[in-house]
């Protein structure tokens, strides 16, 4: 028993290890958002130094912080919204009816998700100039929430799978209706597919720079573009500003990761996990 427990701590302290490690990143930024500009700056760095808030103090005074903020959270949260309540029809469609061609146009949606930004937002751009959508709030969010369907149908389709038949079969033979069975029968079974699904789509339009900077504009900017953006207005790069607007950006993803952590790991295996949530 004496060499497996060995082995058991061995291979933790190996995993606490690679976590510090891809961790670290995220604790010199917290860390440098409490520096003034000069311990930010010095050479050697300075590990040892007093805290200082005023770099928060100096990023809530910016007049384009807390709509950027706003924008992060309401064009992030509506457009996943959307796309989970479009993708779970479209998820339980291909499940149970199985119209022809499902495997060719399961691999056609997930091919539009890996198609690179930079290939298609030159159209987008001229679609979306042509249609008068640039820089509104409802264009932005529906191109999000367009943006997300594909990868969350591939995830709900994985687990209305695992949900049995019969279960449809029931609830309609006992008189309920198709949208009863989907939405109080299949529903409740499949509800850790629908939060993998939220969570890893909001970490991807959070995380979005390219079409919110193309398409977008004062109206609608996010935080990604904001940061760059307010980085580079003085002529140089502001990093105080740079290391406060990155701890309280990366302060949501983080806690959303941390309290649905179970769920991504059964939605990364596409729910073939089941009976761990």
Known sequence: MRPRRWRQTIYHLILWMVAIIFF?????????????KSDLLAVPVKYVFSPTLANFVDLAGRHDFFSSLRNSFLISALAVIVAIIVSFLAAYCFSRFKPRATDFLMFILLSIRMV??????????????????????????LFYAMFSIPFSVWILKG???????????????????????????????????LIAAFIFNLIFVW????????IGGKRTTMI???????????????????????SVYLVPPVL????????????????????EV
Not at 24 to 36: D, E, F, N, Q
Not at 164 to 170: A, C, G, K, L, N
Not at 209 to 214: E, R, S
């Open 116 to 141: 690179p930004a930079a290939a298609v937002v030159v159209p987008i751009f001229l679609m979306y100039t042509a249609l008068g959508w640039k820089d509104t709030f409802w264009g932005v969010m």
């Open 207 to 214: 995380n979005e720079f390219l079409f919110n900077f193309i």
């Open 224 to 246: 990604p573009v904001s940061l760059v953006t307010g980085s580079l207005a003085q002529g140089g790069v502001d990093w105080t500003f740079v290391a406060s607007l990155a």
């Open 159 to 193: 687990f209305i799978d695992g949900v049995s038949p019969r279960y449809d079969e029931t609830g309609l033979v006992n008189g309920g209706s198709r949208l009863h069975v989907m939405f109080r029968v299949v529903l409740p079974q499949v509800r850790p597919g």
């Open 24 to 36: 670290l990143p995220v604790i010199w930024i917290a860390m440098a958002a409490l520096k003034t």
């Open 256 to 275: 959303a990761i941390f309290f649905f952590q179970k769920y991504l790991l059964v939605g990364m295996t596409f729910g073939t996990v089941r009976g």
